[in-house]
């Protein structure tokens, strides 16, 4: 029966319906071709591709980027010589082959033949000595130059006109890994380091920059000389810019975009099983530094104490929706060939913790920046849950955290929260363990170590590795200069009409391999 | 020709030639300010360009090739001088001429401001007149109530609501509304529709109240009751002098919200991810991209100056009787 109390409602609702029917109608007609705008359509097999990313924040060039955003916009327009698989495996890209002298002091790389620039120009020799002269030149303003400062003497044309010899400062027996990281596509002999690369995006990728609308998308088109050209299925491939991961989800809910990075939100929000997934992979890690030089901290029984009073496994699944590993306190990624043996797991263990205190209280304050919030926010409670710790916070943006400056906070306050992408274990030795090391904020030191880590990078044989891995990872945790609570791995929802599998994760390391992948959109 | 049209375009004149000398002042101090502004809040160009692994050295070589490292006097006298012979530099973050950016994103707000106008305007004009003839009942109280209701509600929730029910459920439009400036003309116009919608929305109550109390004021005055009784048909009554009173205090208020929609709304272009000023300008500063910041910020000041005065010249016209401040001093 309709009272009068119900009518007006009724009519609200009715009077809402046809609103938003209306509207729906008025949208739908001024569509002329249907569905999303962004998503573009193809005629070739494979179809087209749409992404989401955010903005990039750093430059857009393949030798200076330095955040993921802007990493993947010049990865599908350039490449690397050597790539890694969702394992950790190295994968053969520009490059053919590569092989380490007799000493260890030289590595030489073939590089493949006939691989063309997306201008048409011939990549030869030249062009990687170019490249890897600018990126570790005295003049680089190149991020990745931190990688090869100390390792890489010199680059030159080899003895054959397909190889390349790199001379070395020291033996380094996982050099090949330095070669997927960060800044290393190769670009044209001619390109000039600092000129706007962004205006005439030449590389050899698999795909072609076509336009880039600053603020909103990027679009590629294949790149027909691309060496394995027959294996990108793909005709065109879109990034869209978003303000933020509510907006990325939203557009893979609407369809407008074909892939959604895996998080928290993802998890609660969609029913994942009615998607596809990539095969998760390691890349990064959100290391608690403890400066070793300051009290309480300078005790190695309270580094080990806030070691034993955090809960890893409740970590891994509030902090990073199960996408991650329980870590120790040493730094060997769950993925790379040697593992050390011999250290056994830290778990919470509350008894041992009041042991290693013995009644002192325990007071600083965790400082991050917002990406790592939510970590610094567990770490914080479940610190302050336990007799003997008296835990603060203080978040920073981006810009104060990483303030230039001898006192920037995250190397000089007493414990900070930063994250880590994947590196070699000798790699963190040196950056992060190594005395005066520039991003050392820990503060530690230990010449041991570096003479082990050094002695690593020279070993030839695995059993050798395996023996100096052991004793690097006893000694790394049981310093406790970094507390690693877990290793992140990232994955990507697809939707259903995605085909084909990703060889690699889709990061610097990974290459950005869209090689198999189809879209029946 | 009338003494009062006479009057009309002296006040006109002289408010012109006022504004003449005042516009270019306001905005060379706002520029100055700018540029200083941003040397205080923190953060480094160079670092954001670089990345947290790019060492100090690295990132002051790359502040020096970009002529960021200079004393700040000197810096903004070379942008100023630049400036005025047109050429705005480039952007650090986009790594794009200013001028082009600038003067593209300032088209995209114009039609997105001028679309949300389009929408607002009639709408509060019709809510507001409605109101004022039927005073009192229950229907003034129901779009009362509505519309403040409506404006209480962040335009971010509005957009939120608005996004899942017309790109997510129904995928009529798409979450992301830039659509591309060289297409459809149609296309462009839904893809604009939602965030116009909520643009308007935040401005309808207020507006609507004012277009009410006008017109209240308007029909219950003795100039409209002689109207009606010397036979005047009510569209006339209407036309000729209820609309004309009514709008004045509109009038100043509307001048106001154009210029705000024209210089582009932050939180509804980050919502819809439409290529506006105002995200734009957010950026800049964020990233501390002083030469984007200030062709920007020198483009929203003129569009808002230039809409303020005219309102001013509206006013002029609409009612004899303002005469502004320098005149009502003699």
């Given amino acids: 029966m309709i009272t009068s109390r119900t009518r007006p409602r009724r009519a609200t609702r009715i009077a809402l319906a046809a609103s938003v029917a209306a509207l729906s109608v008025l949208l739908a007609a001024c569509s002329s071709g249907g569905g999303s705008s962004s998503g573009s359509s193809s005629s070739a097999s494979g179809g087209s591709y749409t992404l989401g990313l955010a903005e990039p924040t750093s430059t857009i060039d393949p030798e200076t980027t330095g955040d993921y955003n802007a990493m993947y916009v010049v990865g599908l327009a350039s490449e690397g010589l050597i790539s890694q698989n969702s394992k950790g495996v190295l994968q053969p890209r520009l490059a053919s082959s590569w092989k380490a002298a007799s000493d260890g002091l030289s590595w030489t790389v073939t590089l493949r033949k006939n691989v063309k620039f997306s201008n048409g120009k011939a990549l030869g020799a030249k062009d990687v000595v170019a490249t890897f002269d600018s990126i570790a030149g005295k003049d680089s303003q190149s991020p990745g130059a931190s990688s090869f400062q100390g390792i890489l003497k010199s680059v030159a044309p080899g003895s054959t006109a397909d190889t390349v010899v790199f001379s070395l400062d020291r033996p380094f027996s996982d050099f090949p890994y330095l070669l997927t990281g960060s800044n290393t596509t190769i670009l044209p002999a001619s390109y000039k380091a600092g000129t706007n690369w962004i205006k005439d995006p030449v590389g050899a990728g698999q795909f072609i920059l076509e336009k880039y609308t600053p603020g909103q998308s990027v679009t590629y088109k294949k790149n027909p000389d691309y060496w394995d050209a027959k294996h990108v299925k793909l005709s065109a491939v879109t990034i869209n810019f978003y303000a933020d991961a509510q907006a990325q989800l939203l557009a893979f809910q609407s369809g407008e975009i074909d892939q959604v990075a895996y998080s928290p939100t993802v998890a609660s929000t969609l029913k994942v099983a009615d998607y596809r997934q990539t095969t998760p992979a390691y890349n990064k890690f959100d290391g608690i530094f403890l400066n070793v030089k300051q009290a309480p901290l300078d005790d190695v029984a309270v580094r080990q104490a806030i070691a034993l009073a955090i809960d890893r496994k409740a970590i891994v699944k509030s902090v990073y929706a199960g996408q991650a590993t329980v870590a120790d306190d040493y730094l060997y990624f769950p993925n790379y060939a040697v593992q050390p043996d011999g250290v056994p797991q830290r778990e919470q263990d509350l008894a041992k913790v009041k042991q290693l205190l013995g009644g002192k209280k325990v007071r600083f304050t965790i400082t991050t920046l917002t990406d790592e919030k939510t970590l610094a926010e567990v770490v914080q409670q479940q610190l302050n849950a336990v007799p003997g710790f008296d835990v603060s916070i203080k978040i920073l943006t981006s810009a104060q955290y990483y303030a230039d400056g001898a006192s920037t906070p995250w190397l000089n306050a007493p414990v900070t929260i930063t994250n880590w992408a994947q590196r070699l274990p000798s790699q963190y030795v040196n950056l992060l363990y190594k005395t005066g090391a520039a991003w050392n904020a820990s503060k530690y030191s230990n010449p041991a170590l570096e003479k082990l880590s050094n002695q690593y990078d020279e070993a030839k044989t695995t059993a050798e590795k395996q023996t100096l891995a052991d004793r690097i990872a006893t000694i790394e945790n049981t310093d406790t200069a970094v507390i690693v609570p877990a290793f992140a791995t990232g994955s990507y929802v697809l939707q259903k009409t995605v085909k084909g599998t990703f060889s690699g994760p889709q990061d610097f390391p990974g290459g950005f391999d869209f090689r198999g992948i189809s879209n029946s959109k | ?330």
């Fill in chain 2, 1 to 330: 020709m009338t003494t009062t049209s006479v009057e009309r375009r002296t006040v006109l004149l002289g408010l012109l030639g006022r504004r003449i000398v005042q516009i270019p002042v306001v905005l060379l101090v706002v520029s100055i300010l700018t540029f200083w502004l941003l040397q205080v809040v923190p953060g480094n160009p160079g670092r954001n360009a670089l990345g947290q692994y790019a060492t100090v050295a690295q990132v002051r070589a790359w502040n020096h090739t970009n002529g960021l490292d200079g004393s700040l006097v000197g810096r903004y006298l070379h942008w100023i001088g630049g400036f005025f012979a047109g050429d705005w530099g480039q952007s650090l973050v986009y790594s794009t001429a200013v001028k082009e950016l600038v003067i593209g994103r300032l088209g995209n707000s114009l039609l997105l401001g001028l679309y949300a106008f389009v929408i607002m305007v009639p709408v509060a004009i019709a809510l507001g007149s409605a109101q004022a003839y039927r005073e009192g009942r229950r229907s003034d109280r129901a779009i009362t109530v509505g519309l403040l209701s409506l404006s209480a509600v962040p335009e971010f929730v509005v957009g939120v609501v608005l996004l899942l029910v017309f790109a997510v459920w129904l995928r009529v439009v798409p979450v992301q509304s830039a659509a591309d400036a060289s297409g459809d003309f149609l296309d462009r116009l839904r893809v604009m529709t939602l965030p116009a919608v909520v643009l308007a929305l935040g401005y309808l109550a207020v507006l609507t109240r004012m277009v009410r109390s006008g017109t209240s004021e308007a029909i219950t005055s003795q100039f409209h009751r002689t109207a009606v009784l010397k036979g005047l048909s009510p569209a006339a009554v209407v036309r000729r002098h209820v609309i004309r009173n009514a709008l004045v205090p509109t009038l100043s208020v509307l001048g106001i919200y154009l210029g705000t929609l024209l210089g582009g709304s932050v939180i509804v272009e980050t919502l819809f991810g439409y290529p506006g000023l105002g995200a734009l300008l957010v950026t800049a500063a964020e990233r501390k991209d002083v030469l984007l910041l200030e062709g920007g910020v020198m483009i929203t000041g003129a569009v808002s100056l230039l809409a303020l005065l005219l309102t001013d010249i509206c006013f002029v016209l609409m009612d004899p009787r303002i005469r502004f401040d320098a005149r009502e001093s003699r």
